[in-house]
Protein backbone atom coordinates (compact mmCIF):
# COMPACT_ATOMS: atom_id res chain seq x y z
CA UNK A 1 0.00 0.00 0.00
CA UNK A 2 0.80 3.48 -0.81
CA UNK A 3 2.21 5.49 2.34
CA UNK A 4 3.99 8.70 3.67
CA UNK A 5 5.73 10.35 6.40
CA UNK A 6 6.21 13.50 7.61
CA UNK A 7 8.99 12.52 10.38
CA UNK A 8 8.70 16.09 12.34
CA UNK A 9 5.63 17.62 13.98
CA UNK A 10 6.89 20.93 13.85
CA UNK A 11 9.18 22.71 12.18
CA UNK A 12 10.34 26.53 13.60
CA UNK A 13 12.09 28.76 11.28
CA UNK A 14 12.80 32.03 11.68
CA UNK A 15 11.72 34.88 8.83
CA UNK A 16 14.05 35.48 6.03
CA UNK A 17 15.38 31.84 6.80
CA UNK A 18 14.87 29.18 4.25
CA UNK A 19 12.66 26.60 5.33
CA UNK A 20 12.34 22.67 5.05
CA UNK A 21 9.36 20.71 5.65
CA UNK A 22 10.38 16.72 5.04
CA UNK A 23 8.58 14.36 3.61
CA UNK A 24 9.31 10.43 2.49
CA UNK A 25 7.17 8.15 0.66
CA UNK A 26 6.52 4.53 -0.61
CA UNK A 27 4.77 3.23 -3.34
CA UNK A 28 4.70 0.73 -5.62
CA UNK A 29 5.19 1.94 -9.34
CA UNK A 30 5.94 5.60 -10.06
CA UNK A 31 4.53 7.99 -7.35
CA UNK A 32 2.29 10.93 -7.74
CA UNK A 33 3.04 13.07 -4.58
CA UNK A 34 1.59 16.63 -3.20
CA UNK A 35 1.92 19.14 -0.98
CA UNK A 36 -1.15 20.72 0.72
CA UNK A 37 -1.45 23.78 2.93
CA UNK A 38 -4.03 23.82 5.92
CA UNK A 39 -4.57 27.74 7.78
CA UNK A 40 -6.20 27.71 11.01
CA UNK A 41 -9.58 27.12 10.67
CA UNK A 42 -9.35 26.71 6.60
CA UNK A 43 -9.67 24.66 4.41
CA UNK A 44 -6.54 22.47 2.46
CA UNK A 45 -5.39 24.37 -0.51
CA UNK A 46 -3.28 22.66 -3.40
CA UNK A 47 0.50 23.81 -3.32
CA UNK A 48 2.07 21.69 -5.74
CA UNK A 49 2.67 18.60 -7.28
CA UNK A 50 4.88 15.84 -8.96
CA UNK A 51 3.80 13.64 -11.67
CA UNK A 52 6.95 13.12 -13.90
CA UNK A 53 9.45 15.27 -15.24
CA UNK A 54 11.88 17.80 -13.16
CA UNK A 55 12.64 16.49 -10.10
CA UNK A 56 12.47 20.39 -8.60
CA UNK A 57 8.33 21.47 -9.13
CA UNK A 58 7.09 24.69 -8.32
CA UNK A 59 3.88 25.52 -6.66
CA UNK A 60 1.77 28.77 -4.77
CA UNK A 61 3.65 31.40 -2.81
CA UNK A 62 6.75 30.44 -3.59
CA UNK A 63 6.79 27.01 -2.77
CA UNK A 64 8.92 24.67 -4.41
CA UNK A 65 9.36 20.50 -4.06
CA UNK A 66 12.00 18.34 -4.57
CA UNK A 67 11.62 14.73 -5.81
CA UNK A 68 14.53 12.38 -5.06
CA UNK A 69 13.74 8.72 -6.25
CA UNK A 70 17.01 7.31 -4.83
CA UNK A 71 16.21 8.70 -0.98
CA UNK A 72 12.23 8.11 -1.54
CA UNK A 73 11.63 11.97 -1.14
CA UNK A 74 9.76 15.07 -1.56
CA UNK A 75 10.53 17.70 0.37
CA UNK A 76 9.07 21.36 0.34
CA UNK A 77 11.42 24.21 0.50
CA UNK A 78 10.93 27.98 0.35
CA UNK A 79 14.36 30.39 0.38
CA UNK A 80 12.89 32.82 2.26
CA UNK A 81 10.24 32.29 4.96
CA UNK A 82 7.60 34.56 5.79
CA UNK A 83 5.55 34.85 9.41
CA UNK A 84 2.26 34.09 6.89
CA UNK A 85 3.53 30.70 6.00
CA UNK A 86 2.87 29.22 9.34
CA UNK A 87 0.48 26.55 8.34
CA UNK A 88 -0.22 23.00 8.60
CA UNK A 89 1.42 20.99 5.85
CA UNK A 90 0.75 18.02 4.21
CA UNK A 91 2.08 15.59 2.11
CA UNK A 92 0.04 13.22 0.14
CA UNK A 93 0.42 9.94 -2.45
CA UNK A 94 -2.15 9.39 -4.84
CA UNK A 95 -3.19 5.39 -4.34
CA UNK A 96 -4.89 4.01 -7.07
CA UNK A 97 -8.23 1.91 -6.91
CA UNK A 98 -9.97 -0.07 -9.18
CA UNK A 99 -11.21 1.38 -12.43
CA UNK A 100 -8.53 3.69 -12.74
CA UNK A 101 -9.88 6.18 -10.07
CA UNK A 102 -7.66 7.35 -7.57
CA UNK A 103 -7.77 8.22 -4.02
CA UNK A 104 -5.23 10.54 -1.51
CA UNK A 105 -2.98 8.92 1.23
CA UNK A 106 -2.04 11.98 3.37
CA UNK A 107 0.85 12.23 5.92
CA UNK A 108 0.14 13.42 9.76
CA UNK A 109 0.79 16.99 8.59
CA UNK A 110 4.04 19.22 10.01
CA UNK A 111 3.44 22.75 11.68
CA UNK A 112 4.99 25.17 10.29
CA UNK A 113 6.33 28.26 12.89
CA UNK A 114 7.41 31.00 11.37
CA UNK A 115 8.44 33.14 13.88
CA UNK A 116 9.54 37.52 13.44
CA UNK B 1 -15.55 32.64 -7.05
CA UNK B 2 -15.86 29.48 -4.39
CA UNK B 3 -14.60 26.54 -6.26
CA UNK B 4 -16.14 24.08 -3.43
CA UNK B 5 -17.90 25.16 -1.30
CA UNK B 6 -19.69 23.27 1.94
CA UNK B 7 -23.00 24.15 4.32
CA UNK B 8 -22.55 24.06 7.34
CA UNK B 9 -19.44 25.57 8.10
CA UNK B 10 -20.25 24.42 12.15
CA UNK B 11 -22.78 22.10 13.40
CA UNK B 12 -23.18 21.15 17.01
CA UNK B 13 -25.44 18.22 17.86
CA UNK B 14 -26.90 15.92 19.90
CA UNK B 15 -25.81 12.03 20.05
CA UNK B 16 -28.38 9.92 18.54
CA UNK B 17 -29.67 13.22 15.77
CA UNK B 18 -29.12 12.62 12.40
CA UNK B 19 -27.62 15.69 10.15
CA UNK B 20 -26.64 16.18 6.62
CA UNK B 21 -23.13 18.28 5.10
CA UNK B 22 -23.77 19.61 1.99
CA UNK B 23 -20.90 20.31 -1.02
CA UNK B 24 -21.10 21.98 -4.27
CA UNK B 25 -18.31 22.31 -6.28
CA UNK B 26 -18.67 24.80 -10.07
CA UNK B 27 -15.34 23.55 -11.20
CA UNK B 28 -16.89 21.39 -13.61
CA UNK B 29 -14.81 18.38 -12.20
CA UNK B 30 -16.76 14.39 -12.34
CA UNK B 31 -15.16 13.18 -9.62
CA UNK B 32 -15.90 14.08 -5.53
CA UNK B 33 -14.95 13.07 -2.32
CA UNK B 34 -15.50 13.20 1.07
CA UNK B 35 -12.52 13.62 3.68
CA UNK B 36 -12.77 13.26 7.57
CA UNK B 37 -9.90 15.08 9.81
CA UNK B 38 -9.56 14.07 13.26
CA UNK B 39 -8.99 15.86 16.53
CA UNK B 40 -4.86 15.16 15.55
CA UNK B 41 -5.67 16.53 12.39
CA UNK B 42 -4.99 13.15 10.65
CA UNK B 43 -6.77 12.69 7.17
CA UNK B 44 -8.54 10.38 5.92
CA UNK B 45 -10.50 9.36 2.97
CA UNK B 46 -14.23 8.15 3.19
CA UNK B 47 -15.95 8.57 -0.17
CA UNK B 48 -15.31 9.02 -3.52
CA UNK B 49 -18.04 9.89 -6.42
CA UNK B 50 -17.59 10.01 -10.16
CA UNK B 51 -20.65 11.14 -12.17
CA UNK B 52 -22.99 10.59 -9.04
CA UNK B 53 -21.79 6.68 -8.95
CA UNK B 54 -20.16 5.37 -6.05
CA UNK B 55 -16.35 4.33 -6.63
CA UNK B 56 -15.14 4.92 -3.33
CA UNK B 57 -16.37 3.81 0.20
CA UNK B 58 -13.71 2.89 2.69
CA UNK B 59 -15.09 0.78 5.32
CA UNK B 60 -17.26 3.38 6.99
CA UNK B 61 -20.12 2.84 9.42
CA UNK B 62 -23.12 2.37 7.54
CA UNK B 63 -24.86 5.35 9.42
CA UNK B 64 -22.66 7.67 7.01
CA UNK B 65 -24.78 7.96 3.57
CA UNK B 66 -23.49 10.03 0.97
CA UNK B 67 -25.57 10.95 -1.80
CA UNK B 68 -24.39 12.43 -5.33
CA UNK B 69 -27.63 13.94 -7.08
CA UNK B 70 -25.81 15.39 -9.86
CA UNK B 71 -22.09 15.76 -10.71
CA UNK B 72 -21.53 19.18 -8.73
CA UNK B 73 -23.39 17.86 -5.13
CA UNK B 74 -22.02 15.17 -2.55
CA UNK B 75 -24.06 15.47 0.36
CA UNK B 76 -23.06 13.35 3.95
CA UNK B 77 -25.97 12.07 5.81
CA UNK B 78 -24.82 11.05 9.35
CA UNK B 79 -27.68 8.87 11.07
CA UNK B 80 -27.81 8.67 14.94
CA UNK B 81 -24.40 10.85 15.44
CA UNK B 82 -21.70 9.17 18.17
CA UNK B 83 -19.21 11.26 20.27
CA UNK B 84 -16.86 9.67 18.01
CA UNK B 85 -18.26 11.34 14.97
CA UNK B 86 -17.15 14.52 15.88
CA UNK B 87 -14.38 15.80 13.60
CA UNK B 88 -13.92 18.38 10.63
CA UNK B 89 -15.04 16.87 7.53
CA UNK B 90 -13.88 18.08 4.41
CA UNK B 91 -15.16 17.75 0.57
CA UNK B 92 -12.94 17.74 -2.01
CA UNK B 93 -13.50 17.50 -6.19
CA UNK B 94 -11.05 16.62 -9.34
CA UNK B 95 -11.68 16.00 -13.08
CA UNK B 96 -11.31 12.00 -13.82
CA UNK B 97 -9.82 12.28 -17.41
CA UNK B 98 -8.42 8.75 -19.02
CA UNK B 99 -9.10 7.19 -16.06
CA UNK B 100 -6.80 8.97 -14.24
CA UNK B 101 -7.74 11.59 -11.51
CA UNK B 102 -5.88 14.80 -11.48
CA UNK B 103 -5.59 17.46 -8.86
CA UNK B 104 -7.86 17.49 -6.10
CA UNK B 105 -9.48 20.77 -4.28
CA UNK B 106 -11.12 20.89 -1.38
CA UNK B 107 -13.89 22.55 0.11
CA UNK B 108 -13.62 25.02 3.70
CA UNK B 109 -14.37 22.26 6.32
CA UNK B 110 -17.37 21.93 7.89
CA UNK B 111 -16.54 21.31 11.71
CA UNK B 112 -19.02 18.43 13.32
CA UNK B 113 -19.64 18.85 17.18
CA UNK B 114 -21.64 16.04 18.95
CA UNK B 115 -22.63 16.32 22.45
Known amino acids: AQSVAQPEDQVNVAEGNPLTVKCTYS??????LFWYVQYPNRGLQFLLK??????LVKGSYGFEAEFNKSQTSFHLKKPSALVSDSALYFC??????????????FGAGTRLAVHP | DTAVSQTPKYLVTQMGNDKSIKCEQN?????MYWYKQDSKKFLKIMFS???????INETVPNRFSPKSPDKAHLNLHINSLELGDSAVYFC??????????????FGPGTRLTVL
Open chain 2, 92 to 105: ASSQTSGGRTDTQY
Open chain 1, 27 to 32: VSGNPY
Open chain 1, 50 to 55: YITGDN
Open chain 1, 92 to 105: AVRDGVSGGYNKLI
Open chain 2, 27 to 31: LGHDT
Open chain 2, 49 to 55: YNNKELI
